[in-house]
């Protein structure tokens, strides 16, 4: 194909700054063996205390469907077919773990030597990048587990850096692998669509960054966008490898559960269908002593002189999810105001907004299992997870602070007229995104949920902080 054309002198000047501001993103080198030695090294650093990786019943459940097989789409399976993988190399649960390390860091490592003029300029972000895993230390946490969305993140950022390769060496081959990496995202994350809200459509109108692009360019590239999401939603329809439906899921009607819960201890009043508690009536105090904003399934275990509610994965029916949907298009809005104090208690906690606290930033240990999956150095686990819980106390630790900082950066980028300012906005409006959704659809505050959106704002600072320390460049008119 030949080499895109420069910017489109007839479009308007909105379009002809835009295109103005996408050029000269791609301006550095790739470094790829510095990228796969700091990839190396920190994967060691982060693998090793708590190899093969921490795991919780989610964990344990997708390595149990690589072994026996995917039964239900509660949970997208491509993480079981990871796990598959991982046990045909030999490497038990632990090839998944090295994998999605090590594609973070690869992928903000090449990323980083690309967006920024220098060798040296590309170390210090790499660094920077894994000094803000530490110091805001739920990202840390969160990579010592087994959880979908660090494989989210790992192939997010291996899409990012894919894309960019490409716009550099105006090959489209890289760009059609960038948007193949946003489908399999998105298969381990149904929420993960957010994440690319803006990026995914820029990569397909601009494939090289510089210019527009030819038009074949630009179709090959979208197409190869909807490939990937259309078999990220078939993944968790149809099973490998005999093809055959899965089961519906309830996740929804489990929402709405949560949602119920926050209105009706809210509002001072039961608004659960009475099958959910298989018939046993709740007071307001009961349900108000039952909900806890941190995550649903709190409400799930027994608590001494109260029903107990069956609304999990495992027993809602598709009679009771009726039910409850029900209940919830009936009591949310005419509750609204009670709805929107329940869901801002989950927000609070999952970014760490002042009050609140930084909710499961990570795993303590791995659970029993038949599979002899087991922590090879326990107390070095012990020590890792201490120090997570203990450093989660420290305001500087808390999320927002990560993504308030990473909007300062991408406004002095702005401010200053450079030309990357469009793609740090870009990548931010992605994590924003993600917590947006989440946001409604949130089951829960924990930590893990907002990690690829964390992965996302920590490049953003750490280049950006090396971007504004070069020279301006080329400005915006």
């Not at 969160?142 to 850096?161: E, H, I, K, Y």
């Not at 510089?210 to 179709?219: I, N, S």
């Not at 259309?230 to 996740?251: I, M, N, Q, Y």
């Not at 926050?262 to 659960?272: D, F, Q």
Request: aromatic share 12%; with cysteine.
């Amino acid at each position: 194909m030949n080499a895109p054309k420069g910017p489109n002198l007839n479009a308007s000047e909105g379009v002809r700054s835009l295109e103005r501001a996408a050029h000269a993103v791609a301006r550095g080198r790739p470094l790829w063996f510095s990228s796969a030695v700091f990839a190396f090294l920190a994967s060691v650093a982060v693998c090793w205390p708590v190899w093969p990786g921490l795991m919780n019943y989610d964990g344990v459940y997708a390595y149990d469907t690589a072994v026996h097989g995917v039964r239900s789409m509660v949970w997208p399976p491509m993480h079981a077919y990871l796990f598959w993988l991982s046990r045909k190399a030999g490497l038990a649960s632990g090839g998944v773990f090295a994998f999605q390390t090590f594609a973070i860091f690869f992928g903000v490592a090449l990323s980083s030597s690309l967006v920024v003029s220098t060798r040296r300029g590309a170390w210090a972000a790499m660094f920077g990048f894994a000094a803000l895993a530490v110091i805001v230390v739920p990202m840390l946490g969160v990579m010592f587990v087994q959880w979908r969305d660090v494989v989210t993140a790992g192939f997010a950022m291996l899409s990012l850096a894919l894309w960019l390769l490409g716009a550099r060496r105006y090959a489209i081959g890289w760009v059609v692998a960038g948007a193949l990496l946003v489908g399999l995202a998105v298969s381990l994350r149904y929420n993960g669509f957010a994440l690319f809200l803006f990026s995914a459509p820029l990569m397909a109108r601009r494939p090289f960054l510089y210019g527009r692009g030819e038009a074949l360019e630009r179709l090959v590239v979208l197409a190869a966008l909807a490939a990937g999401l259309a078999l990220a939603g078939v993944s968790t329809v149809l099973r490998l490898p005999d093809l055959r439906p899965l089961p519906p899921t309830r996740t929804v009607a489990s929402i709405q559960v949560f949602d119920l819960l926050g209105v009706s201890a809210c509002a001072g009043r039961n608004y659960l269908p009475l099958s959910i508690s298989r018939g046993a009536p709740l007071s307001a105090a009961q349900v108000r002593a039952l909900y806890d904003p941190r995550h649903l399934q709190i409400a799930f275990r027994p608590h001494a002189g109260i029903p107990r509610l069956y609304a999990t994965q495992r027993y809602l029916t598709a009679q009771s999810a009726a039910e409850v949907q029900h209940a919830w298009l009936s009591s949310v809005p005419r509750r609204f105001g009670c709805y929107l104090r329940h869901r801002n208690a989950v927000f609070v906690r999952q970014l760490g907004l002042p009050g609140g606290e930084v909710f499961a930033p990570t795993y303590g240990a791995i659970d029993p299992n038949p599979f002899g999956l087991a922590l090879t150095r326990p107390r070095a686990a012990a020590t890792a997870v201490a120090f997570v819980m203990r450093q989660t106390l420290r305001f500087w630790t808390r999320p927002w602070l990560l993504f308030a900082a990473a909007g300062v950066v991408a406004g002095l980028l702005a401010l200053r007229r450079d030309p990357r300012a469009w793609f740090a906005a870009t990548l931010l409006g992605g994590a924003c995104a993600n917590v947006a959704v989440l946001y409604f659809i949130g089951p829960a505050a924990d930590a893990r949920y907002i990690f690829p959106s964390n992965v996302i704002c920590a490049f953003i600072l750490a280049t950006g902080a090396v971007m504004l320390s070069e020279n301006r460049g080329t400005r915006l008119s």
